[in-house]
């Protein structure tokens, strides 16, 4: 799909890693745009690169051919904001001291950084746990601290890399509902790695399919129903055309049985 302002750039992607068997190529050839407001979907087999992708767009790793722009600057200076799957939240950290951090290291003051990180962890749910440690709280409410600290830093992209692995079900519909209130609030793009097309299928506008590694697209498929029109009807018809394309797609290039419906 062609957007007229894409945020995300993506074009010519390579990436290979050097092992002891000599390179292992991860990805190749991959192109992709994200526009503004958008919500976009990875979606592909385990081992098959995503993760590498959303590193590579995060400017964590640098691409062994091709390049990326995000706002026509390149991932290190445009700095998107990431959610891991671990959610990497200091334990020593209470809640808010963990929001704060982005905003600390860039020496913002401690009255700003920390009125900043109140705004923004009310936004998610979760005032009146601002002086709570990440062992204190459910998996639920670390996901949204880490949504939290990623919201402090105002960035244009927001990057998600199997947020609700690790959380069951009520919770991940909670988040599901969160991202979407949160992308209408912030207006930013989000980039969404998943091993599950329902998932994607529930919150993306557009969904990239990738093959077994190296990664390549091996199809798109875009959806024109409302968010939160299928938030409340997973079973809407589009969205079970969705899920039957994707899994079509997978059977076209890789193992489906590594891959959640």
């Not at 590193?55 to 998107?80: N, V």
């Not at 963990?98 to 950084?113: D, H, K, T, Y």
């Not at 960035?155 to 991202?179: F, N, Q, R, Y």
Request: glycine fraction near 8%.
């Amino acid at each position: 799909m062609t957007l007229a302002s894409p945020i995300v750039l993506v074009s010519g992607l390579k990436k290979s890693f050097e092992g002891p068997a000599g390179a292992l190529e991860a990805i190749a050839d991959l192109s992709l745009e994200i526009g503004p407001g958008q919500i976009t979907g990875c979606v592909g087999p385990s081992g098959c690169g995503k993760t590498t992708l959303l590193r590579l767009i995060a400017g964590l790793d640098a691409p062994t051919k091709g390049s990326i722009l995000i706002g026509g600057r390149s991932p290190q200076f445009a700095r998107p904001a990431v959610v891991f799957q671990n959610y990497a939240l200091l334990p020593w950290r209470n809640l808010l001291e963990n929001v704060a951090l982005p905003l600390e290291i860039e020496g913002v003051a401690s009255g700003e950084r920390h009125a900043r990180a109140e705004e923004v962890l009310a936004a998610v749910g979760l005032k009146g746990f601002e002086r709570f440690r990440p062992s204190e709280v459910s998996g639920g409410m670390q996901a949204r601290t880490a949504i939290a600290r990623a919201l402090t830093q105002k960035a244009d992209v927001l990057l998600l890399d199997e947020w609700t692995a690790s959380v069951d079900e009520i919770t991940k519909e909670s988040l599901h509902a969160l991202v979407v209130e949160l992308n209408e609030t912030f207006r930013n793009c989000v980039a969404i790695v998943t091993h599950s097309i329902s998932e994607a299928a529930l919150l993306c506008d557009h969904i990239v399919v990738l093959s077994q590694r190296p990664a390549r697209i091996v199809g798109t498929i875009d959806i024109d129903l409302p968010r939160r029109d299928r938030l409340a009807n997973p079973d809407h018809p589009q969205l079970i055309e969705a899920r039957r394309l994707g899994r079509a797609l997978l059977q076209q290039s890789c193992d489906v049985s590594q891959v959640r419906l």
